[in-house]
């Protein structure tokens, strides 16, 4: 089963075209970017994929299934491109809110937060983490539950080069 199949996908918004005919498999294991300038259709795809928008044109499947269907997106793990949390809360109350809400045992909270770096910083308020750290602390929402498959708009904005690296070896870590 492919973690997600685009056929002859199309998207407008009004009546300029996004995306057209757009054919892509991701199979698992496998570890895709897309690439290209603003207003290329990257997050709209990602968009699509998870169901939160419908295609003008073409077929999608998502974990054999439709996109948007509960059954599938419990299976999905996605960090959007601008995250943003509750400054006055905590990084493990943010996650255990999270956690909460997927489902999720509360025990993965703190190997989460230790998996992207922030075991040191899980108990400080969210309003003193820099712009990396809140992106650290989305990927580590994103990865609770063990999704089959995980989605991640533009998971490097604000990281440093070291916690870049980092990420790579994270997310190579998880496809093996």
């Known amino acids: ?25 991701l199979e698992p294991g496998e570890i895709l970017g897309l690439f290209g ?34 059954r599938v997106t419990q299976h999905i793990g996605y960090l959007p491109e601008n995250v943003m ?5 905590t990084g493990r109350e943010i996650l255990s809110h999270f956690a909460r ?5 509360l025990r993965q909270v703190p190997e989460r937060l230790e998996q992207v770096g922030l075991g040191d910083a899980m108990d400080a308020r969210t309003k003193t983490y820099s712009k990396g750290m ?15 498959l995980l989605m991640l708009d533009e998971p490097t904005v604000g990281l440093d080069p070291v ?7 994270l997310l190579r870590g998880l496809r093996d």
Do not use: W
Not at 1 to 25: A, H, Q
Not at 39 to 54: C, D, E, F
Not at 134 to 148: D, E, F, I, S, T
């Open 134 to 148: 809140r992106q650290r602390l989305g990927l580590a929402q994103a990865l609770l539950g063990k999704p089959k």
């Open 163 to 169: 916690a870049t690296a980092d990420l790579y070896r």
């Open 1 to 25: 089963m492919s973690c997600f199949r685009l056929e002859n996908v199309s998207y407008r918004y009004d009546k300029s075209p996004v995306l057209k005919g757009i054919d892509l498999t």
């Open 85 to 89: 949390f509750y400054p006055q809360l």
């Open 101 to 105: 809400l997927k489902g999720a045992s």
């Open 37 to 70: 300038h603003n207003g290329a259709g990257k997050t709209t795809s990602i968009k699509l994929i998870l169901g939160l928008m419908q295609p003008t044109q073409g077929r999608l499947s998502v974990l054999g299934g439709p996109p948007g269907d509960p």
